[in-house]
């Protein structure tokens, strides 16, 4: 059965850090590319980092770079993906979800084949 759960999400005031956990499983996803998107209220699904299966290769959208780091790690047969989130703005509030996608990564969400359920991040001014 093909499980991406997400967590970490939250409540954090501007300026603060949150990491958030992507637990892949089911599936080989060690080779598979990863991707963390979000989704704001009434807004279509944005890209906002993806790495390669083996971790050698990222893409940041422009909005979250520098502030922002993704990561995998694989134990046994879990694939885990980190998104480090520092410097949060208000505008990063969303629900954010992992993916997983063959070529990647790629930053059309349209394109992954697996999704998890989201968690929500909120960040107050």
């Known amino acids: 059965q093909v499980q991406l759960v997400e967590s970490g999400g939250g409540l954090v005031q501007a300026g603060g850090s949150l990491r958030l956990s992507c637990a892949a499983s089911?599936?080989?996803?060690?080779?598979?590319?990863m991707g963390w998107f979000r989704q704001a209220p009434g807004k279509e699904r944005e890209f906002v980092a993806g790495i390669s299966w083996s971790g050698s290769s990222t893409i940041y959208a422009d909005s979250v770079k520098g502030r922002f780091t993704i990561s995998r790690v694989k134990v046994y047969n879990t694939v885990t993906v980190y998104l480090q989130m520092n410097s949060l703005k208000p505008e990063d509030t969303a629900v954010y979800y992992c993916g997983s996608d063959r070529v990647g990564p790629l930053t059309d969400w349209h394109l992954y084949d697996y999704w998890g359920q989201g968690t929500q991040v909120t960040v107050s001014s």
């Open positions: 089911g599936r080989s996803f060690s080779s598979y590319a």
